[in-house]
């Protein structure tokens, strides 16, 4: 069985989606973060979350919680479902 970087290529594949919606979500977060004028620092101020964690959700580093994902909309003033809207 071939095996990348650790994990089996079925592994891999399966999970190939998952990384790809992650990544949707890393780039949505940044994006709107952008359009508030926020920077990153900023928007863990608010929402009560390390910026090296903003950092890392936005460049897919670390998987968000829902409860990181609710603080972040709300120190963005959106609903947590905009978070997710044209993904």
């Given at each position: 069985m071939s095996t990348y970087l650790g994990y089996s290529y079925a592994w891999a594949m399966e999970h190939q989606d998952e990384k790809a919606f992650l990544n949707s979500v890393a780039k949505r977060l940044a994006d709107l973060r952008r359009e508030k004028?926020?920077?990153q620092e900023r928007l863990a101020d608010t929402a009560g979350v390390d910026?090296?964690?903003?950092?890392?959700?936005?460049?897919g580093l670390r998987r968000p919680t829902v409860t990181t994902m609710y603080r972040?909309?709300?120190a963005l003033g959106i609903k947590v479902e905009e978070l997710f809207n044209n993904l």
């Open positions: 004028g926020l920077t910026r090296v964690a903003i950092a890392n959700i936005e460049t972040l909309a709300k």
